[in-house]
């Protein structure tokens, strides 16, 4: 219970990244409490669900938009718990939430509305029904570090505005930026809507035995396995988004600069610690030597500092903790015992948890680097001799979030992009979508098979509740009596489907003969 940020069961501490000063402790929910923290949510939903989408949709916008206001508040707690560049905290987190959430209500709309089911009105005289997605209650959402506003708000805004209470458990590692989240939406949401448990994994797995009726689960693939049992032992739904290992396939006929500054910018945006980060990179030999070197050459400009005062002008901030600066030493090092050549970086710099921007060659699927989530601004350039052999490389992994092709040829792009085995391929970019409200985010084997946003999304947030209405006056032909007539009545319904038409024409007075006799069982 004392490792990683946590003092003791009742405290968080944690060091900033950014020169390793404590945080400010904060007070974890006790367990016995989180029931509580569950029923409070549970008595608030209602009310919320009841005032509709648009009603909904209007404060969720107004909730957004004074998080947006606030977002240097933001920006500074970002710097303090993650240690990112502040014009990277505002530009790929804090002024999220405005635009994600207005992105949201227009997909949600259509998909929330009641649909009407096609039920034939001459087979079922009488008969409608429609099935409208209603919210499941109470979604539990248990988030990791490495967004620490955006892996928040990316559940939270469309659990809610499906008509949700939320319960939101923010990692150990942010959870000062979670409690923010949760207060600036409870100024404008119906009190206790918005609901925090604070702590590590124990208050995430006593929250989903605390009666929540579903789970959205961002994190590591051990931590989704262990949460998808505990979800299966209380039968809620459970979505899981866990780790990548991205590949790059580089062809010889890319577009060089470009590519060279693309998988760049992928492989140590938010310094590597996206899942969606490219950490493998099939350059095939035709190419290779001139682009490693052009890779190593951006890679060595890529400024981290070497003493406290350059930490503000670094291109790139550090590894969000030490645990995490710690994975990324301990690849590098059996990267090089492997045979590995650092082309760029390959160590820390000495200050807080900074690592450069490093460009390993020559790796081998026998690296951990290669076959495990490093989560640091590290590429591993695996040089092959054509497509066939990067495409079989590049799905030789546990992983399978996002991958990339990087070809000037954008017919033979797509075609390519078919054979990964990824949630999204891309043509020349790489998991730019991840916000995107319009656009599944997802994946294959350990990256867990949950769905951020999309209507895809939805099945986590809502369920279907169909309302059947018969205005028949008689009693349907085929209840209660197994008598003969029933029998006869199959049998031409069944001929019927074949295409023989004349036992079709005999099923009218069959049906009329079914339901005098039924009449009689209560005249
Ligand atoms: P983690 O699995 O250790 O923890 C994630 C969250 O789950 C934390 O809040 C933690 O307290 C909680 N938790 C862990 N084990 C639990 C358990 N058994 N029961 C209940 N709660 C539990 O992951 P992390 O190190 O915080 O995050 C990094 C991982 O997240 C990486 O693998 C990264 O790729 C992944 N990630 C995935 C996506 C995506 O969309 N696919 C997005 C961001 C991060």
New binding site residues.
């Given amino acids: 219970m004392t490792s990683g940020p946590m003092k003791s069961a009742t405290e968080i501490g944690g060091v900033s990244p950014v020169d390793l000063h404590e945080l400010p402790v904060v007070k974890t929910t006790p367990l016995a409490d989180i029931k509580g923290v569950v029923e409070r949510a549970r008595a608030a939903q209602p009310a919320w669900e009841a005032l509709g989408f648009e009603g909904r949709a209007a404060l969720m916008k107004r909730a957004c938009r004074l998080l947006l206001e606030r977002r240097e508040q933001f920006g500074a707690l970002i710097r303090d718990e993650a240690g990112k560049q502040p014009a990277h905290a505002q530009m790929h987190e804090a002024i999220g939430p405005l635009e994600y959430v207005s992105g949201w209500i227009k997909v949600a709309r259509p998909h929330l509305k009641p649909k009407r089911l096609p039920i034939n009105p001459v087979a079922m005289p009488g008969k409608s029904a429609h099935t409208e997605l209603i919210a499941r209650g109470v979604v539990g959402i248990?988030?990791?570090?490495?967004y620490p506003l955006g892996?928040y708000f990316k559940p939270s805004l469309p659990a809610l505005l499906s008509g949700n209470a939320v319960v939101l458990?923010?990692?150990?590692y942010s959870p000062r930026t979670g409690a923010l989240f949760a207060q600036l939406l409870s100024e404008v949401l119906p009190r206790d809507v918005v609901q925090v448990a604070q702590g590590?994994?124990d208050v995430?797995?006593e929250l989903?035995r605390a009666g929540i009726d579903a789970l959205s689960?961002?994190?590591?693939p051990?931590?989704g396995r262990?949460?998808l049992k505990?979800c299966a032992e209380q039968m809620i739904p459970c979505s899981v988004?866990?780790?990548?290992k991205d590949a790059a396939i580089v062809l010889a006929d890319c577009d060089f600069e470009r590519t060279v500054l693309g998988v760049l910018n992928w492989g140590i945006h938010n310094s590597g610690q996206d899942?969606g980060s490219i950490e493998r990179v099939y350059v095939v030999e035709e190419i290779a030597d001139r682009f490693v070197e052009a890779l190593g050459r951006a890679a060595a400009r890529i400024k981290v500092p070497s003493k406290p005062g350059e930490a503000e002008g670094a291109d790139i901030g550090p590894l969000s903790n030490p645990m995490q600066l710690g994975i990324v030493e301990e690849h590098v090092a059996d990267a090089l015992a492997k045979g590995a050549k650092v082309v760029a970086g390959g160590k820390k710099p000495g200050i807080g948890c900074w690592y450069e921007a490093t460009i390993l060659d020559r790796c081998t699927h026998q690296m951990r680097v290669v076959n495990e989530?490093t989560?640091g601004p590290v590429l591993a350039v695996v040089r092959v001799q054509d497509v066939d052999e990067a495409i079989r490389l590049a799905n030789d992994s546990r992983y399978g979030?996002n991958a990339s092709l990087w070809t000037r040829d954008l017919e033979r792009g797509e075609a390519l992009a078919r054979r990964l085995q990824a949630g999204t391929v891309f043509i020349n970019n790489h998991a730019l979508t991840g916000a995107m409200p319009f656009a599944p985010?997802t994946g294959v084997k350990d990256?867990g098979y949950g769905v951020?946003n999309s209507e895809h999304s939805l099945h986590t947030f809502t369920r279907p509740r169909t309302i059947f209405v018969d205005r028949g006056h008689a009693p349907d032909p085929w209840w209660l009596s197994a008598d003969a007539l029933l029998g006869e009545l199959a049998e031409r319904l069944a001929k019927a489907q074949l295409g023989q038409l004349a036992a079709a024409l005999k099923v009218p007075s069959i049906m009329r003969a079914r339901k005098k006799k039924l009449l009689e069982l209560v005249r």
């Fill in positions: 248990i988030a990791p570090w490495n892996v458990k923010p990692s150990e590590g994994r995430g797995a989903i689960f961002t994190g590591s051990v931590g262990a949460v505990a988004e866990l780790g990548g899942c989530e989560f979030l985010w990256t951020a």
